[in-house]
């Protein structure tokens, strides 16, 4: 039996330097969503066991004849508490850029998502998506990479309000920290940051399949996604509709087709790249009645905006095709008051109701959570996120294992898009 005690959770250079303000925010006061339940960072953890695995991977020669290689392998990682409390495990997966350890800590040493779930009795799997961090990447497969320079995460990420690129970031309080270089906060963020696949058709493709294997070998679960690992939780579902038991999508790549660029008052946003022309995602997934090639998929924007700070969005032509393998599983798609995603992600909510996907869309602020950023949970008051998922998947998820039926009022839905959001909440 291993026990974690609390504040043991940074990795890295300047841990003492930040130790004596991380104390300090254990030490503010809570949000109600933390009644009841455990904060890991005033309790030890007991942890009955640990460790990791890989799940899928195949062998290939490269083209030079060297080999044979292991390509699509993912790394995982997993703690099981000593009295498991609820049904089912909750699998972690990071977003684009970084890996695994975002969900487990905090730049500035308090406890993460991870540590959080783990010390309110789930057992919980933090993953490396494949191609990145212990998941080993093979040029000769996947391509060329992809990064993320230190100017660009501070504009979208820590310090977004001092850039105002889109109508929400003057409203960021929540960073631990200046959120520029030099600050310690910031370069132990920073230092995390890793380079990823470029092709999103490739990363898709191989955490899909990863992502079923993961499953296959642990069983029913709960996936909680972040920003580009959105698609994964859509894709994955559709792989396994059976053995997920929830979706949890904080900040899913979005909107539906194209992406949106941010430009700053007063016109804000235009048009990116065709990165989902699956709607919600690159590579296939399943639609009733079928579609063999993404140009059958027609749609149409929206008119006009449902208010001046956030896009048109773009919706199927009527009669919508449906998603039917997503439809039964319980999914709450989480947007924070001031990310970037706060622009767009009620789209994605809308897609999915339009295919006959039952959902609950959240913003923060409507239900007393502000300040937030898109790395909402590396930010001051990330707990309070936490267990506001967790009374989500509590009502949601939990009470439906158990044939009881779940309430909408305290599931949380997002009190700022009233008569606009997806519908789930039994």
Not at 123 to 135: L, M, P, W
Not at 271 to 290: E, F, K, M, V
Not at 323 to 341: E, N
Request: hydrophobic residues 35%.
């Amino acid at each position: 039996m291993n026990t974690i005690k609390p504040g043991r959770h940074l990795i890295g250079v300047a841990a003492a330097l930040l130790l004596g303000g991380a104390a300090q925010m254990r030490g503010q006061d809570r949000s109600h969503f933390m009644d009841g339940l455990t904060d890991p960072s005033e309790h030890a953890i007991e942890v009955k066991s640990q460790g990791y695995f890989f799940v899928g991977g195949r062998y290939f020669t490269a083209a030079d004849g060297a080999g044979p290689f292991m390509v699509d392998q993912m790394y995982v990682e997993y703690q099981i508490p000593k009295e498991v409390k609820h049904p089912y495990p909750i699998v972690l997966i990071h977003g684009g850029g970084l890996t695994g350890t975002y969900m487990m800590g905090t730049p500035d040493n308090r406890p993460g998502w991870s540590t959080f779930f783990l010390a309110n009795g789930y057992a919980v799997y933090v993953v490396d998506q494949t191609g990145r961090g212990k998941s080993a990447y093979h040029a000769d497969i996947y391509g060329p990479t992809t990064r993320g320079n230190a100017t660009g995460l501070q504009q979208r990420f820590t310090a977004v309000q001092l850039y105002n690129l889109w109508p929400q970031a003057h409203l960021h309080t929540q960073w631990p920290g200046s959120g520029m270089m030099g600050d310690l906060s910031f370069d132990q963020f920073y230092a995390s940051e890793v380079p990823g696949m470029a092709s999103a058709v490739t990363q898709q493709s191989t955490m899909r399949a990863a992502g079923a294997a993961l499953l296959d070998r642990i069983g029913p679960a709960i996936i909680l996604t972040h920003s580009q690992s959105g698609p994964y939780g859509w894709l994955i579902a559709d792989a396994r509709p059976t053995l997920v038991k929830g979706l949890l999508q904080v900040e899913p790549s979005g909107p539906p087709f194209y992406d949106v660029v941010q430009l700053g008052a007063p016109n804000w946003f235009a048009d990116g790249n065709l990165s989902r022309p699956w709607g919600i995602t690159a590579i296939p997934i399943t639609y009733y009645p079928a579609v063999s090639d993404p140009s059958q998929l027609a749609f149409v924007q929206e008119a006009t905006a449902d208010n001046p700070a956030v896009v048109r969005c773009r919706l199927q032509t009527p009669p919508a095709r449906q998603l039917p393998t997503l439809q039964g599983i319980p999914i709450v798609i989480i947007a924070s008051q001031a990310s970037y995603h706060a622009s767009y992600d009620h789209c994605t909510s809308k897609y999915l109701t339009q295919a006959g996907v039952e959902n609950t869309f959240v913003r923060l602020e409507g239900v007393g959570i502000t300040g937030n950023g898109h790395m909402m949970m590396l930010e001051k008051n990330n707990l309070d996120i936490s267990a506001f998922m967790a009374q989500w998947l509590r009502e949601n998820v939990e009470r439906r294992a158990k044939g009881e039926k779940g309430d909408k009022g305290k599931g949380g839905k997002g009190k700022g898009d009233k008569g606009k959001k997806g519908k789930r909440g039994d």
